[in-house]
């Protein structure tokens, strides 16, 4: 089974642009979230996408969006880049919520957009 | 809001073993996890533990949990240099996010 595919795996955008980022999740997935990394906040929660729906959203402002696809498929856009923006970006998937065994969550490798 | 906390940075000698500790704040926290990740890679899952156990063991690596501190520890038995990483700390309740510590950075030195 393919893994969580994101694209592009690289990004470098200067301030007021904006971006969009790609998620294919694993096959059968219906849930995607994104996160963003950086080296001083760890992991921060942006939002999370099921069967088309925004399940839930994380504290960030409005300029980091999102939507899902009928394929489970999953884009990010954040508009009017700032240079705070510069992180590796998360996607991660998961089956549907399996009772005792417990959620997993399973990740791509990301996509680090730098913006200059 | 919940928060989950881990040391930043553990050195250890190959052929050691690594301690890396977390402590969390979210007393409905159902299943705390440890993911793994290695230089410009996603996170992988590395293990879980549901709530209402103390230890969970696999392999060479041993969770263990205690909820009345609220503490979760990943030990790595015979650490090599594949284990060196960032790992990360999450925990999640029904119906909640996942949250995420900041990771704790393990260098193993030859």
């Known amino acids: 089974k393919a893994g969580v595919t994101q694209t592009p795996r690289y990004l470098i955008k200067t301030r007021g642009q904006q971006v969009t980022l790609s998620c294919s999740p694993i096959?059968?997935?219906?849930?995607v979230s994104w996160y963003q990394q950086t080296p001083g906040q760890g992991l921060q929660f942006l939002f999370e996408y099921f069967s088309e729906t925004q399940r839930n959203k994380g504290n960030f402002p409005g300029r980091f969006s999102g939507r899902q696809f009928s394929n489970s498929r999953s884009e990010m856009n954040v508009s009017t880049l700032e240079l705070g923006d510069s992180a590796l970006y998360l996607c991660a998937s998961k089956p549907q919520f399996t009772g005792d065994v417990g959620e997993k969550l399973f990740f791509g490798s990301g996509t680090q957009l730098s913006v200059l | 809001g919940e928060d989950v906390e881990q040391s930043l940075f553990l050195s250890v000698r190959e052929g050691d073993s690594s301690v890396i500790n977390c402590t969390y704040t979210?007393?409905?926290?159902?299943?705390l996890y440890w993911y793994k990740q290695e230089p410009g890679a996603g996170l992988q899952l590395l293990t879980y533990i549901f709530s209402n156990m103390d230890m969970k063991q696999d392999q060479r690596l041993t969770v263990l949990l205690n909820k009345k501190d609220k503490h979760l520890s990943l030990r790595i038995a015979d650490t090599q240099t594949g284990d060196s990483a960032i790992y990360f700390c999450a925990e999640k309740s029904y119906g909640q996010n996942f949250v995420f510590g900041p990771g704790t950075r393990l260098s193993v030195l030859p």
């Open positions: 096959s059968g997935h219906r849930s």
């Open positions: 979210d007393s409905s926290s159902t299943y």
